[in-house]
């Protein structure tokens, strides 16, 4: 009788460490590396039926080189992904492109140079 006692609290324990939220369980702590500077142009976008603009200003002194991509609606419709421009610091680009018809997104990648 006193072995299956235990063995009943032993499955209540079991069931309920495993019926824990994955957030109650404690995970390795992951140190991520500290930039020591600020990155990364803030851009701007504008669509206007089948057109993009976007303008991107860096405040920072790191030059970014930022790129346009644009995702068409028609799957007919080539996607593009502009070349890469260099904004120096202090310094606003625009980015261009089109669409034959519709734009589905767009977005601006950043990367540093």
Not at 50 to 77: F, K, M
Request: glycine share 6%; aromatic share 6%.
């Amino acid at each position: 009788m006193r072995l299956s006692s235990s063995l009943a609290s032993l499955t209540v324990a079991l069931a309920l460490v495993l019926s824990l939220p994955c957030e109650a369980v404690p995970h390795a702590r992951v140190k991520r590396p500290v930039s020591a500077q600020p990155f990364g142009a803030e851009c701007r976008t504008r669509t206007t039926g089948s057109h993009v603009t976007a303008y991107c200003h860096n405040p920072y002194p790191g030059t970014d080189r930022v790129s346009l991509h644009i995702e068409c609606d028609q799957w007919w419709d080539i996607d593009t992904d502009g070349a890469p421009v260099d904004t120096g610091p202090a310094m606003t680009v625009r980015l261009t492109g089109r669409c034959w018809e519709n734009v589905r997104s767009v977005w601006i990648s950043h990367q540093p140079a």
